[in-house]
């Protein structure tokens, strides 16, 4: 049974940064993709960053350049380092693998960036 278990959301100050963390346990990594979501209130969900088996990225343009997706396949985690917040960030953020057909998602992290 996968599960996948985000932390590392919490308050941010504008120009700030935020370190997320998904951990995957019950399931093989290495070969999947991953990827960090977020839904504001209101929003539906979208794509915030991506990160192949291979370790290639890509980003939404609102995140580009301060964003940064990495992955660790020994510890089955993978990251998401947030640089340069703003408050248009805040959103709940979910961890999201693609194995094979099935999506599996994390519980998800609130992140609010507000001085």
């Known amino acids: 049974q996968v599960q996948l278990v985000e932390s590392g959301g919490g308050l941010g100050q504008p120009g700030g940064s935020l370190r997320l963390s998904c951990a995957a346990s019950?399931?093989?990594?290495?070969?999947?993709?991953m990827g960090w979501y977020r839904q504001a209130p209101g929003n539906q969900r979208e794509l915030v960053a991506l990160i192949t088996s291979g370790g290639s990225t890509d980003y939404a343009d609102s995140v580009k350049g301060r964003f940064t997706i990495s992955r660790d396949n020994l510890k089955k985690t993978v990251y998401l380092q947030m640089n340069s917040l703003k408050p248009e960030d805040t959103a709940v953020y979910y961890c999201?693998?693609?194995?094979?057909?099935?999506?599996?998602w994390g519980q998800g992290t609130q992140v609010t960036v507000s001085s």
């Open positions: 999201n693998m693609k194995k094979w057909a099935n999506d599996y």
């Open positions: 019950g399931t093989s990594f290495g070969a999947y993709p």
